[in-house]
């Protein structure tokens, strides 16, 4: 599955979010992703895709930056 | 600051009949079970007891996806009970700012949001996972309910949770009480929830031995309170609330008044986890009475505690004949439990409704499943309900919950004069 995907399917499973407002400009908080729902959409990341995020990670502002986040940790972390 | 009165100006409740508090109320003095037999795949071995649950009750649709995904079930059901309390009392949700500083809540529950923790045990030890859901600590928190409710409502002022076993709930309300009649707060909102059925949890009640047992035929009829063939309680799950308000802040608002809570007492055996005593509920009963400035002449009935153990059933009788004297058999008496269940940490709540609801509609719900020929002879002294009663000229009506641990707490409740 696409990191966007994932992050599409979780909001709407929680949130009742359309997809079509998850697009890459969007911003997270807009999207109603406070710190909290930050670490379950991380929970939700490693589960899924089976990748480790650092503890000292920097939370992403924007879709387009968590979705750049999980790729880069995709392809370092399953080479 | 000088005594103020209470009104209860609100009532919520996620009903076991799956309607509303008319229906609660009508099905009650019907005598009308809502226990059901509850069966499980769980292993190694399933759940088949006599329960009571909510099954018309929907979180999502009641509270809206997002907020329902951040609490345990003993949450949903209780933040639900409180916003139908809360319209009921004709308050808005939203408020301005400062407005609601000094409002509160006082939220009873045994056993909180269990089912989080359950579901995280069995992820660790049995599906292997190696670490839990980040929200696990927050939806299984004993203050989950009344942390939700404070911010749904915003209301600023004491936000707390009252653990004390089968009474959580009725201690919940008398602190609530306390609260509005010395000023502190002008509104509270109160009341309790708990969600029994997680397995572990049921399965712990069972090796006490005090759970009445039944199948598919029987568990209608399994609850006895005060029956010589009683064979223990029945567990539910529920969510019930009121709303307290200053009665001078009420009328002057145009709230309608359901009834007023005049007295609150609490005692502790202290002598037995589990072995209730009569001189203990005595104190509770006599402080309840003093706190409200009433003569046990003045009450007219009392919802028992009647869980329908062997030894708890003939205890808190012999504690209302110590108190009530001569008066005890003419008292009518009845344990609404032998129809909803032991709600556990809404069990105070719930009954604390039905006896508000049987001063305002001038009626009197029956103990299910007992008549004079199954009584308990260790039980009489007393005027038993066998069935409703209607037409009937109520003032004052009391509230019993009796807690393992020795806990005892009375609500005395008064109806308003029309």
Request: aromatic content about 6%; overall charge negative; hydrophobic content about 45%.
């Amino acid at each position: 599955m696409k990191s966007i995907e994932l992050i599409r399917n979780f909001l709407n499973a929680r949130q009742d979010i359309e997809a079509t407002k998850v697009v890459p400009e969007a911003l997270l908080a807009d999207l109603g992703v406070d710190s909290l729902m930050m670490l379950e959409l991380i929970f939700e990341f490693e589960d899924r895709l089976s990748i480790k995020l650092p503890h000292d990670l920097k939370s992403p502002k924007t879709v387009g930056e968590m979705v750049a986040l999980m790729d880069g940790l995709i392809a370092s972390q399953k080479g | 600051m000088n005594p103020r009165r209470v009104a209860i100006t609100g009532l919520g409740l996620v009903s076991p009949y799956g309607g509303d508090l008319t229906d609660f109320f009508a099905r009650l003095t019907a005598g009308e079970s809502a226990i059901r037999h509850l069966s499980t795949d769980d292993q190694p071995q399933p759940l088949s007891i006599p329960f009571v649950s909510c099954p018309a009750f929907d979180a999502d649709a009641e509270l809206g996806k997002p907020l329902a995904s951040m609490m345990d079930r003993f949450a949903q059901l209780g933040m639900a009970a409180a916003f139908t309390a809360w319209a009921d009392a004709g308050l808005p949700r939203a408020a301005d700012a400062g407005s609601r500083d000094h409002w509160g809540v006082a939220w009873g529950t045994a056993l909180g949001g269990t089912l989080a923790y359950e579901k995280g045990y069995r992820d660790l030890w049995q599906r292997g996972r190696d670490r839990l859901p980040p929200l696990t600590v927050l939806l299984g928190m004993n203050n989950a309910a009344n942390a939700h409710i404070s911010i749904q409502l915003g209301l600023g002022g004491v936000s707390m949770s009252h653990t004390v076993a089968c009474a959580s709930s009725a201690i919940a309300i008398g602190e609530a009480f306390r609260r509005v009649r010395s000023g502190e707060a002008p509104v509270m909102l109160t009341g309790g929830s708990d969600v029994p059925q997680a397995y572990g949890v049921a399965r712990a009640w069972e090796a006490l031995r005090v759970m009445a047992p039944g199948d598919a035929k029987t568990s209608a009829a399994a609850c006895r309170p005060f029956a010589a063939d009683r064979r223990g309680l029945v567990l539910g799950e529920g969510g019930a609330a009121l709303v307290l308000e200053d009665w001078e802040h009420a009328v002057a608002r145009g709230a309608r008044i359901h009834g007023e809570i005049v007295g609150y007492g609490t005692s502790c055996d202290h002598s037995h986890l589990v072995r209730p005593e009569v001189a203990g509920q005595v104190r509770a009963l006599n402080a309840t009475l003093a706190d409200a400035g009433l003569a046990a002449a003045d009450i007219d009935y009392v919802n028992a505690h009647g869980t329908a153990t062997a030894e708890g059933d003939p205890v808190e009788i012999a504690a209302l004949r110590a108190v009530f004297g001569e008066r005890a058999e003419t008292l009518p008496v009845s344990a609404t439990k032998s129809m909803h269940g032991h709600l556990l940490g809404a069990a105070g709540a719930i009954e604390a409704i039905a006896t508000v609801l049987a001063l305002r509609e001038q009626a009197i719900p029956p103990t299910a499943n007992l008549n004079p020929d199954t009584l308990d002879p260790a039980c009489s002294g007393v005027d038993h309900v066998f069935s409703g009663r209607h037409g009937v000229s109520l003032r004052t009506a009391l509230s019993n919950s009796f807690a393992f641990g020795g806990s005892n707490a009375v609500l005395a409740f008064r109806a308003v004069t029309r």
